[in-house]
């Protein structure tokens, strides 16, 4: 049973060619159970060949051994959070090309920290992580990327931002304006792609349910009563969440699946855009 609270994934038909098999794409920050993961998973029963990433060599090959029955996933580690990170990165992936016989036609920006913090302790440190990790990341890759994919007029470059980009949340303001960040970064890259087949745009997810947030809401359900995630899910949603449509966690395979049109041909029409997938969260036309 799912427990982002009533929703049941949808067991995708072949009907319908999204036309990426054997398409080279790259997720970062992709270890885990969170929103990563679930995009690198979908590109792989699409017939992508994915490029997983992570700092930690442990949970990437976790990460790769989980994902390898869905199809070809290659783990590349390394800390895109870093200029010299980010270089080696660059370099471990154009050996993948090689090795593959073709080049990264997505690229998609996932890798990011989050952290709940009033906003008088922030300090300027911290400040400066979520800019490098959240931002920087996607600055320095796309400066590699997205002159290749403008020279063979084919490519897709995709930011994972949040709607706290839209509606900034005072306890997490570091990472909203990071987040706003990105959709700015997103649109203003796209308009270099005028006249052209490359896109450019940005997902904002609303809340998520991933292992992290498993936890919280246990934890929420034992401080307010609640006997089940479920209701505690519920109790959560109507107390802080009131503007949520639906009312519950999202999937990350419901981001993903976001995730993963835009990247295909099908979305040739979808440029510089930024796509809600937050369950109509954020209140405006």
Sequence with gaps: RNIAHNYQPTNRTSTMDFQLKDKLVVVTGSTGDGIGVAIA?????????????????????????????????????????????????IKDIEAVEESVGTPVECLINNVGIFHSQDFVDIPDDKWMDYYQINTMSGVRLSRHFLPKMLERDSGRIIFISSECGLRPLPNM??????????????????????????????????????????????????????????????????????????QRFLDPSEIANVVVFLSSPLASGINGAAQHVDGGIVRHI
């Design 173 to 246: 303001l570091a990472y909203g304006v990071s987040k706003t960040s990105q959709i700015a970064l997103a649109r203003g890259l796209s308009e270099m792609t005028k006249g052209t087949k490359v896109t450019v745009n940005s997902v904002l997810p609303g809340p998520t349910m991933t292992g992290g947030i498993i936890s919280y809401m246990k934890d929420f359900g034992e401080q307010n009563g609640f006997n089940s995630l479920d209701k505690a899910v519920s109790g959560y949603f109507a107390e802080h969440e009131t503007t949520s449509l639906l």
């Design 41 to 89: 998973k979908e590109f792989a029963k699409l017939g992508a060949t994915v490029v997983v990433n992570g700092r930690k060599q442990e949970s990437l090959d976790a990460t790769v051994e989980q994902l390898q029955e869905f199809g070809t996933v290659i783990g590349v580690a390394g800390d895109v959070g870093s200029l010299d990170g980010v270089n080696k990165f």
